[in-house]
């Protein structure tokens, strides 16, 4: 059983960043390609970006392209999400998600494990 827990989230301004974790508590996470989804009100939970198992290749979604940046370090068992030049169309609880496969996916139903999600809320 993989557990994810998220942290970083909270409340910023536009134009502000934050950096998102998600440890992951199993002793393989070589093997785990990560991903981090996000769930605003009355919206469908969508792909923000994704990483390979050694983490030599991401995936981003084009809505935050240029603006966040995944990144994975296995001897640490932590994913991140490093989010700039934020918008309020960021606000949303971002989830932490890992498949057991060395491939980067943006695919929902590709991920078997889910974090509980931290909340991110940008104000004008």
């Known amino acids: 059983q993989v557990q994810l827990v998220e942290s970083g989230g909270g409340l910023v301004q536009t134009g502000g960043s934050l950096r998102l974790s998600c440890a992951a508590s199993v002793r393989t996470f070589s093997t785990y390609a990560m991903g981090w989804f996000r769930q605003a009100p009355g919206k469908e939970r969508e792909f923000v970006a994704g990483?390979?198992?050694?983490?030599?290749?991401?995936v981003v979604a084009d809505s935050v392209k240029g603006r966040f940046a995944i990144s994975k370090d296995n001897a640490k068992n932590t994913v991140w999400l490093q989010m700039n030049s934020l918008i309020p169309d960021d606000t949303a609880v971002y989830y932490c998600a890992g498949r057991f496969s060395p491939f980067a996916s943006s695919v929902f139903d590709e991920f078997h494990y889910w974090g509980q999600g931290t909340q991110v809320t940008v104000s004008s």
């Open positions: 990483i390979s198992s050694s983490g030599a290749h991401t």
